[in-house]
């Protein structure tokens, strides 16, 4: 798929501030589209690709695994790129949260007894996060690939290293950056990457 000229150059100029580099090509893309959507270099210190993360995320997708999302912010930053693809959202499920649950908890949370495999992209709630690690290590949920990167203060960083003792399939974002904007970027790349290879 030919970029957008601006694209292009964005892209062009990320290429040349970050110079030489040891990524290996299927990890840089995604690297510099999450760059390109946050403007922010540091990005390319703080990405994880763990646990043959690429090719699972790859294998998924041509098997028209379902991806569901935690919030409607990544659902919009991903739907055009996903096309057909299964495309779901934890706050959209519909389900009554129980005491002390968030309703994106709680969403996710039914949606991993309907879709125990699918690829799940959490951008904002770190709760949900939480919520998934709980459901993998009770065997209720195996995902084929897991993108932790939500943003944010409360639970965030204790919810990605709960993440990062699972030997899953996984991207993540160390520390306390992360967001919406992130995850949907390293979504669409790995949709690039997808169609490219196809």
């Given amino acids: 798929m030919d970029l957008h000229p601006i694209t292009a150059e ?55 695994t379902p991806v569901i999302v935690d919030v409607q912010m990544v659902k919009a930053g991903v739907a055009s790129s996903l096309g057909n693809h299964p495309l779901l959202c934890a706050l959209e499920a519909g389900i009554v949260p129980q005491a002390g649950q968030t309703r994106t908890e709680a969403g996710l949370l039914g949606l991993t007894v309907r879709y125990p495999e699918a690829i ?53 974002v160390e520390g306390r950056k992360g967001g919406s904007p992130v995850a949907a970027a390293i979504v669409n790349a790995l949709m690039a990457l997808s169609n490219a290879a196809s």
């Fill in 10 to 64: 964005s892209f062009a100029i990320i290429d040349a501030e970050i110079g030489e580099h040891t990524f290996p090509p299927a990890e840089y893309q995604i690297v510099r589209r999450v760059i390109h959507a946050t403007a922010d270099f540091e990005y390319q210190h703080l990405l994880r690709f763990e646990h043959g993360a690429i090719p699972a995320a790859l294998a998924a997708i041509r098997a028209q």
């Fill in 120 to 172: 799940y992209v959490i951008g904002n709630a770190p709760t949900a996060l939480l919520a998934l690690v709980e459901a993998i290590c009770a065997g209720r949920a195996h995902p084929a690939l897991v993108v932790g990167v939500p943003v944010g203060f409360v639970q965030v960083i204790p919810a990605k290293k709960a993440l990062a003792s699972l030997a899953i399939p996984q991207i993540r």
